[in-house]
Protein backbone atom coordinates (compact mmCIF):
# COMPACT_ATOMS: atom_id res chain seq x y z
CA UNK A 1 0.00 0.00 0.00
CA UNK A 2 1.24 3.54 -0.62
CA UNK A 3 2.37 4.51 3.32
CA UNK A 4 -0.24 6.62 5.06
CA UNK A 5 1.17 10.04 6.39
CA UNK A 6 -0.23 11.51 9.28
CA UNK A 7 1.02 15.23 10.55
CA UNK A 8 0.96 15.24 14.17
CA UNK A 9 1.93 19.53 14.19
CA UNK A 10 5.24 20.87 14.10
CA UNK A 11 7.66 19.10 12.14
CA UNK A 12 6.05 15.86 13.82
CA UNK A 13 4.60 13.08 11.50
CA UNK A 14 3.29 9.15 11.72
CA UNK A 15 4.19 7.25 9.17
CA UNK A 16 2.27 4.03 8.59
CA UNK A 17 3.36 1.62 6.05
CA UNK A 18 3.53 -2.29 5.01
CA UNK A 19 7.39 -1.94 5.91
CA UNK A 20 6.46 -0.31 9.24
CA UNK A 21 5.44 2.69 11.92
CA UNK A 22 7.42 5.61 11.48
CA UNK A 23 7.45 8.33 14.24
CA UNK A 24 9.74 11.58 12.61
CA UNK A 25 10.62 14.54 15.52
CA UNK A 26 7.64 13.41 17.76
CA UNK A 27 6.47 16.29 20.29
CA UNK A 28 3.68 16.52 22.10
CA UNK A 29 1.93 13.66 20.75
CA UNK A 30 -0.77 12.07 23.23
CA UNK A 31 -1.61 8.84 22.12
CA UNK A 32 -0.97 5.93 18.73
CA UNK A 33 0.40 2.82 17.83
CA UNK A 34 4.37 1.94 19.00
CA UNK A 35 6.97 2.53 16.43
CA UNK A 36 9.13 0.51 14.47
CA UNK A 37 11.47 3.34 14.10
CA UNK A 38 11.70 6.94 15.48
CA UNK A 39 13.76 9.32 13.33
CA UNK A 40 14.98 12.50 15.47
CA UNK A 41 16.59 15.43 13.31
CA UNK A 42 18.36 17.80 16.03
CA UNK A 43 18.50 18.26 19.49
CA UNK A 44 16.28 21.26 20.01
CA UNK A 45 13.50 20.63 22.69
CA UNK A 46 10.99 20.67 19.98
CA UNK A 47 12.09 18.00 17.88
CA UNK A 48 13.63 15.90 20.57
CA UNK A 49 11.55 14.92 23.09
CA UNK A 50 12.52 12.08 25.07
CA UNK A 51 9.10 11.56 26.65
CA UNK A 52 7.47 11.10 23.54
CA UNK A 53 10.54 8.54 22.10
CA UNK A 54 9.68 6.64 25.77
CA UNK A 55 5.83 6.86 24.64
CA UNK A 56 6.21 5.50 21.29
CA UNK A 57 9.06 2.87 21.90
CA UNK A 58 8.67 -1.09 22.32
CA UNK A 59 11.28 -3.35 22.99
CA UNK A 60 11.66 -3.95 19.22
CA UNK A 61 11.91 -0.06 18.54
CA UNK A 62 15.12 1.27 16.27
CA UNK A 63 16.06 5.24 17.33
CA UNK A 64 18.10 7.07 14.66
CA UNK A 65 19.44 10.64 14.90
CA UNK A 66 22.69 12.31 14.74
CA UNK A 67 25.30 12.41 17.11
CA UNK A 68 24.30 15.04 19.83
CA UNK A 69 20.67 13.01 19.59
CA UNK A 70 22.40 9.52 19.58
CA UNK A 71 24.41 10.07 22.54
CA UNK A 72 21.23 10.32 24.80
CA UNK A 73 20.19 7.11 24.51
CA UNK A 74 21.86 3.79 24.97
CA UNK A 75 20.02 1.93 21.98
CA UNK A 76 19.92 4.83 19.29
CA UNK A 77 21.79 4.38 16.23
CA UNK A 78 23.89 7.43 14.60
CA UNK A 79 23.32 8.72 11.35
CA UNK A 80 25.45 10.94 9.63
CA UNK A 81 24.72 13.73 6.35
CA UNK A 82 25.63 11.62 3.06
CA UNK A 83 25.10 7.90 4.74
CA UNK A 84 22.07 5.68 4.96
CA UNK A 85 21.17 2.72 7.53
CA UNK A 86 18.37 -0.12 6.95
CA UNK A 87 16.20 -1.71 9.41
CA UNK A 88 14.52 -4.89 9.25
CA UNK A 89 10.82 -4.80 11.08
CA UNK A 90 9.64 -8.17 12.05
CA UNK A 91 7.03 -9.41 10.32
CA UNK A 92 6.96 -6.96 8.07
CA UNK A 93 7.85 -6.47 4.47
CA UNK A 94 11.14 -5.48 3.68
CA UNK A 95 13.73 -3.14 5.55
CA UNK A 96 13.51 0.57 6.17
CA UNK A 97 16.20 3.01 4.50
CA UNK A 98 17.32 5.91 5.67
CA UNK A 99 19.10 8.46 4.13
CA UNK A 100 20.80 11.32 5.96
CA UNK A 101 21.25 14.57 4.36
CA UNK A 102 22.55 17.54 5.33
CA UNK A 103 20.03 20.11 7.13
CA UNK A 104 21.23 23.96 8.54
CA UNK A 105 21.11 27.88 7.96
CA UNK A 106 23.44 29.06 5.84
CA UNK A 107 23.08 32.59 7.12
CA UNK A 108 21.59 32.11 10.67
CA UNK A 109 22.91 31.11 14.17
CA UNK A 110 20.13 28.15 14.80
CA UNK A 111 21.16 25.45 12.96
CA UNK A 112 24.87 25.71 12.31
CA UNK A 113 26.53 23.31 9.64
CA UNK A 114 29.02 21.98 11.93
CA UNK A 115 26.29 20.59 14.44
CA UNK A 116 25.69 17.67 11.76
CA UNK A 117 21.74 17.76 12.30
CA UNK A 118 19.70 16.16 9.25
CA UNK A 119 17.15 15.47 7.13
CA UNK A 120 15.78 12.02 6.47
CA UNK A 121 15.35 10.09 2.84
CA UNK A 122 13.02 7.30 4.12
CA UNK A 123 12.40 4.39 1.38
CA UNK A 124 10.01 2.38 1.83
CA UNK A 125 9.86 -0.25 -0.97
CA UNK A 126 10.36 2.26 -3.72
CA UNK A 127 8.08 4.78 -2.00
CA UNK A 128 10.50 7.86 -0.93
CA UNK A 129 9.99 10.72 1.64
CA UNK A 130 11.87 13.82 2.27
CA UNK A 131 11.86 14.92 5.88
CA UNK A 132 13.73 18.12 5.37
CA UNK A 133 14.38 18.50 9.14
CA UNK A 134 14.83 22.09 9.70
CA UNK A 135 17.00 24.04 7.02
CA UNK A 136 16.81 26.73 4.48
CA UNK A 137 17.56 26.30 1.22
CA UNK A 138 21.16 24.77 0.65
CA UNK A 139 23.17 23.44 -1.75
CA UNK A 140 23.08 20.08 -0.57
CA UNK A 141 19.00 19.69 -1.99
CA UNK A 142 20.49 19.69 -5.27
CA UNK A 143 21.30 15.91 -4.73
CA UNK A 144 18.10 14.78 -3.35
CA UNK A 145 16.39 13.01 -5.77
CA UNK A 146 12.80 10.77 -6.81
CA UNK A 147 11.10 11.98 -3.97
CA UNK A 148 7.40 11.25 -3.63
CA UNK A 149 6.27 13.60 -0.94
CA UNK A 150 8.59 16.27 0.48
CA UNK A 151 8.01 17.44 3.97
CA UNK A 152 9.21 20.92 4.22
CA UNK A 153 9.13 23.57 6.53
CA UNK A 154 7.39 27.49 5.94
CA UNK A 155 7.16 28.68 9.17
CA UNK A 156 10.26 31.54 8.71
CA UNK A 157 12.37 32.53 11.72
CA UNK A 158 14.30 29.40 12.10
CA UNK A 159 13.69 27.32 8.67
CA UNK A 160 12.57 28.50 5.07
CA UNK A 161 9.15 30.80 4.91
CA UNK A 162 6.87 29.82 2.15
CA UNK A 163 8.87 31.50 -0.16
CA UNK A 164 11.53 29.85 0.51
CA UNK A 165 10.08 26.89 0.24
CA UNK A 166 9.20 26.93 -3.09
CA UNK A 167 12.74 27.42 -4.35
CA UNK A 168 13.66 24.04 -2.37
CA UNK A 169 10.72 22.47 -4.61
CA UNK A 170 11.92 23.47 -7.82
CA UNK A 171 15.84 22.30 -6.74
CA UNK A 172 14.39 18.64 -5.37
CA UNK A 173 11.25 18.38 -7.57
CA UNK A 174 9.09 16.12 -5.48
CA UNK A 175 6.03 14.98 -6.73
CA UNK A 176 3.92 16.03 -3.90
CA UNK A 177 4.83 18.63 -0.94
CA UNK A 178 3.44 18.83 2.47
CA UNK A 179 3.95 22.16 4.87
CA UNK A 180 5.36 21.22 8.01
CA UNK A 181 6.61 23.84 11.07
CA UNK A 182 3.63 25.68 11.24
CA UNK A 183 1.18 25.98 13.79
CA UNK A 184 3.17 26.14 17.13
CA UNK A 185 6.41 28.36 18.11
CA UNK A 186 6.60 30.00 14.43
CA UNK A 187 4.47 30.33 11.17
CA UNK A 188 0.64 29.92 10.78
CA UNK A 189 -1.92 28.66 8.19
CA UNK A 190 -1.27 31.39 6.30
CA UNK A 191 1.52 30.05 5.55
CA UNK A 192 1.00 27.00 4.58
CA UNK A 193 -1.65 28.66 2.36
CA UNK A 194 0.76 30.86 0.24
CA UNK A 195 3.43 28.36 -0.12
CA UNK A 196 0.76 25.97 -1.62
CA UNK A 197 -0.20 29.41 -4.12
CA UNK A 198 3.48 29.43 -4.88
CA UNK A 199 4.34 25.72 -5.18
CA UNK A 200 4.43 24.41 -8.84
CA UNK A 201 3.68 20.74 -7.96
CA UNK A 202 0.57 19.12 -5.96
CA UNK A 203 0.40 20.41 -2.13
CA UNK A 204 -1.56 18.82 0.50
CA UNK A 205 -2.11 21.01 3.91
CA UNK A 206 -2.85 18.05 6.58
CA UNK A 207 -5.09 19.01 9.09
CA UNK A 208 -3.15 18.34 13.07
CA UNK A 209 -3.63 15.50 14.69
CA UNK A 210 -2.24 14.80 18.20
Known sequence: MVPKIEWLGHASFRIISDQGIIYIDPWKVSSGPKADLILVTHSHHDHLSMDDIRRFSGPDTWVVGPADVASKMKKAHELRPRSYLEFPVKGKMGPIRVEGYNAYNPKKQFHPLANGWLGFVVDLGGF???????????????????????????????????????????VIKPKKVIPMHWGDIVGGRADAELFKKLCPCEVEILEQMR
Not at 143 to 160: E, F, K, S
Request: glycine residues 12%; proline residues 7%.
Open 128 to 170: RIYHSGDTDVIPEMAGIRNIDVALLPVGGTYTMGPKEAVEAVK
